[in-house]
């Protein structure tokens, strides 16, 4: 179903021999440090759909996507590569006012049978699609986990029996995320994915956003405000069509080369408006 090939070029990683938990975080943090978190194809007006092979075509020919776009691609790699790879339906806590909640809002993935002495039942949460959060697969075992500058706990799910619940870093852009450890189907998703492609109350339609993960912190570009969490910290605005283009090709390594030049400047237009409107209110 996809070209494994050129997917891990895209990742640019190689491996060789069986799954192993060491090959399972190679390909990982490959994954979320060389393709971005993004929603730029909303605001471009191209509909998307929750295909992982779809995605998977998209992420080798240069671009990002969301979770369901994400997560499925990568469950499609790690499949190939003889991974046993599990979907599951989650949701995301926004904010402290917003109930935790399982609503389809989040694909999840899972990956067993990979023991090791950290975690001897050999599960793990393994989730491309969280934007600024982990970075490596997290041991589905209870407890406090520290990735670079970033701490994060797994704990039973208050919202669903036999769930667990993944607890941000303060410093993240959501509070967290619960799932249900049942599988789940990809069709499972298309009725929240038309949503938050298409609803004025998305906010992937409100906010065009970019996101890449390293080793020692975050990059987000919301709108047009770029901000580094992390190692260091610091805030720009991208100031002109030329800025924000040379921002996601050097900080996200997100060329648009399937973007034409027509397209790139009704897509600033969008962005500048959107900005305008923003600052206004603040």
């Known amino acids: 179903m ?20 060491e090959s399972l975080h190679l390909l990982h943090r490959a994954h979320v440090q060389r393709v971005p978190y993004e929603c730029l194809e909303i605001w471009l007006g191209r509909p998307t ?9 998209r992420i080798i020919g240069g671009r990002g996507g ?5 997560n499925g691609a ?9 991974y046993r790879v599990r979907r599951h339906v989650g949701g995301v806590q926004g904010k402290a006012e917003g109930p935790p909640n399982i609503d389809g809002g989040h694909l999840v993935l899972t990956v067993s049978g ?13 989730d491309q699609g969280l934007g600024d959060a982990i970075h490596d697969p997290l041991p589905l075992v209870e407890g406090t986990y520290r990735q670079g500058p970033f701490s994060y706990g797994l704990r039973a799910s208050e919202v669903e029996p036999g769930g667990w619940r993944f607890d941000h870093d303060p410093r993240g852009g959501f509070l967290g995320m619960d799932f249900r450890i049942g599988p789940a189907e990809m069709s499972e998703f298309a009725v929240m994915h038309e949503f938050l ?7 992937f339609v409100r906010v065009a956003t970019v996101q890449r993960r390293d080793a020692s912190g975050v990059d ?12 260091r910290e610091h805030t720009l605005v991208a100031q002109s069509e030329r800025d924000y283009f040379e ?6 390594a997100l060329h648009l080369s399937d973007v034409t030049s027509a397209e790139r400047a009704k897509l600033w237009q969008r962005l500048w408006t959107a900005h305008e409107r923003w600052s206004d209110f603040q």
């Open 197 to 203: 492609s298409t609803s004025p109350e998305s906010g």
């Open 114 to 126: 990979l023991p090791c002495p950290d975690n001897p039942g050999g599960e793990w949460l393994v």
């Open 2 to 21: 996809i070209d494994v090939t050129a997917y891990l070029r895209r990742i640019g990683v190689r491996v060789d021999g069986p799954p192993s938990v």
């Open 49 to 57: 759909t929750v295909d992982p092979a779809e995605s998977a075509a």
């Open 220 to 231: 987000a570009m919301r709108g047009l405000v770029l901000t580094r969490v992390g190692d």
């Open 247 to 252: 921002i996601l090709a050097d900080v996200f």
């Open 66 to 70: 969301y979770c369901y776009h994400l």
């Open 74 to 82: 990568f469950s499609l790699l790690l499949e190939a590569l003889g």
